[in-house]
């Protein structure tokens, strides 16, 4: 297989994949550290690419397993600990104005989900797959995914309805 | 009666039984400015999803093309070597010089091992210095007396 046939099967997925690894890593730096790496897992084995039925759907799978290996990893734990000590009690202007842009504040909603919805959601409503789909790139049945995907969307609109009528009532 | 039928949708998305191209209707309608009041909390949410379906990934991939190595030349290598080698030492070899008469070669090699000798002595007589530094250390000993001294001086 050649280089330009490669670009051709990935080019239209590449993007997913970078997507899916911010969602669940957060950073973009490290999102495109993990999407390089997925692509070049597939170009070291691209003798083997012709075997998959469905090239995209694997490679979110690879996607999904490689981010969770990160965020395993002890180098992810040590951010952690810093993350999780940090608490701001007064808020800072750049933060009123971060939750004023309502939008980013569903950024910071979907971050707090559990990772199977996270996912989930990412893959559902950013990425527009089929139910089938995501089942098959999860290893999760079909129910199990609508029901976090319901749970999902559910504390996205409780969360927005709190913040949106936060002063009002 | 489209407000109706949203909110229908709604209801279906929100138990995650809404086909793709029903939530892409629930898109469209929150991505328009005629958002109803009492939705309007949905519409940041679908806002977002639009946004971040627009994120891209430009860092570039560098796809090497691993060049296989192939052992069979290093055997093509190892024959050239072997070829330089032995033309070499053929024309190099009778060159050293030997003496085919004993008594010659006995001379020639009482010779050089009285050069070795010679030169061994030498070396070794520098060594006979080391004795003065033994000499020096053993006059520091004068040194202790003196510390014996201020001792007892300080001592009072």
């Known amino acids: 297989m050649t280089q330009a046939e490669f670009l051709n099967i990935v080019m239209p997925f590449k993007d997913k994949v970078f997507r899916l690894a911010k969602r669940l890593l957060v950073s973009t730096e490290e999102a495109e550290d993990a999407t390089q790496e997925v692509l070049l897992k597939l170009w070291n084995n691209k003798k083997k690419i012709q075997e998959y039925k469905n090239v995209e759907a694997f490679s979110m799978t690879m996607t999904k397993n490689f981010c969770f290996d990160k965020l395993k990893s002890k180098q992810a734990q040590n951010l952690k600990i810093v993350h999780s000590n940090y608490e701001d009690n007064n808020t800072s202007l750049q933060k009123q104005i971060e939750i004023s842009d309502s939008v980013s504040w569903v950024a910071k909603i979907i971050e707090d989900l559990p990772e199977q919805q996270k996912l989930i959601i990412q893959l559902r409503d950013i990425e527009e797959y089929d139910l089938d789909e995501i089942a098959k790139m999860l290893d999760m049945n079909n129910t199990a995914v609508r029901v976090n995907l319901s749970r999902a969307r559910k504390t996205i609109r409780e969360k927005l309805t709190n913040t949106h009528s936060y002063g009002i009532k | ?156």
């Open chain 2, 1 to 156: 009666m489209v407000l109706n039928s949203i909110e229908k949708l709604l209801e279906k998305y929100e138990n995650g039984e809404t086909s793709l191209k029903e939530e892409q209707v629930l898109k469209n309608y929150f991505s328009s400015d005629t958002v109803a009041p009492h939705l309007e909390m949905y519409k940041p949410m679908f806002d977002y999803f639009l946004v971040s379906q627009q994120e891209q990934f430009t860092k570039d991939v560098p796809l090497k093309t691993k060049t296989i190595f192939n052992y069979k030349w290093i055997s093509v290598a190892a024959v050239a070597v072997l070829m330089l080698g032995f033309y070499f030492s053929n024309s190099f070899g009778n060159e050293l010089g030997t003496y085919d008469d004993p008594e010659l070669a006995f001379n020639e090699f009482s010779k050089s091992m009285e050069m070795i000798s010679q030169s061994f002595n030498k070396g070794a007589s520098t060594v006979g210095y080391l004795d003065e530094v033994n000499k020096g250390t053993s006059t520091l000993g004068y040194l202790n007396e003196i510390e014996n001294s201020t001792s007892i001086i300080f001592k009072k």
